[in-house]
């Protein structure tokens, strides 16, 4: 098999990055937002797209059922990015990894005085290593969605979540208290593939490197 398969998920990260797949010559045939197929082929009889949920596109990649994918980095480091050559920041998908708590908690307090906070999350990776790296005892609940919730309902004082506007945060009256780290999405490359298929990928490597936006 010498055809270059490229995994992404639908929505920001798919339209963001049609731009650098058009730099590279590779234009899809069919929009996923539109169409149910979760193969798509592109205008290249040698790439093909597939549609997965953006925490599969590492998993993905890793095994080799996809050649290259297109992640955020807070889906790469719970993944741990084991198999994965991570040659490129493609600078889309931006976005801030915060923690936030209900207007009106004092969070700076709690910390200080030492509380041991219930944070509630999709990223439990990220958050042990913020807390504990700031000493701070956390009790950490794993989530899969709208985290918001989670301190209205009472089941958390605080969450870690991503956050781009803030809007959502305002909505569920939630107040973003320390930032994490800053987030874009990043190519990620199976390592056999990088060596058995580099003819046809430095150049899509090449290609993507080139048309990168940078801030
Ligand atoms: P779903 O929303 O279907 O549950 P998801 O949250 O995994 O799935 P997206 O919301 O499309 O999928 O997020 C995909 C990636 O885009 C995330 O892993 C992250 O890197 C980035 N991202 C998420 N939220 C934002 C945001 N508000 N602004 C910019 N980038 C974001
Ligand atoms: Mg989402």
């Known amino acids: 098999m010498t055809g270059i398969t490229i995994a992404l998920s639908k929505g920001r990260i798919f339209d963001e990055t049609l731009p650098l797949l058009a730099a590279a010559g590779i234009v899809p045939v069919e929009n996923p937002e539109t169409s149910r197929k979760l193969i798509i082929g592109t205008n ?12 599969d596109v590492p998993t993905y990649v890793q095994y080799g059922a ?3 994918g297109v992640a955020g980095k807070d889906v790469l480091i719970e993944h741990g990015g084991e198999g994965l050559y991570q040659p490129l920041d ?36 990220t958050a042990r290593e913020h807390f504990a790296a700031k000493g701070v005892h956390v009790d950490l609940i794993k989530l899969y969605g709208s985290m918001e919730l989670a301190p209205l309902a009472g089941l958390a004082d605080a969450i870690v979540d991503l956050v781009s506007t803030g809007g959502t945060l305002k909505a569920n009256k939630l107040v973003a208290v320390e930032e994490i780290m800053p987030i874009s999405s990043r190519l990620v490359v199976n390592q056999a593939a990088l060596k058995l ?7 899509i490597l090449d290609a993507f490197a080139g048309a990168v936006k940078k801030d």
């Open 66 to 68: 996809a050649d290259l």
């Open 90 to 125: 493609l600078n889309i998908a931006k976005c801030k990894m915060m923690v936030a708590v209900p207007e009106g908690f004092d969070y700076a307090r709690a910390v200080r005085q030492g509380a041991r906070l219930k944070v509630a999350s999709k990223y439990i990776k």
């Open 44 to 55: 290249r009889d040698d790439v093909r797209v597939v549609i997965v949920r953006a925490t």
């Open 197 to 203: 298929k580099r003819e046809t990928l430095a150049p």
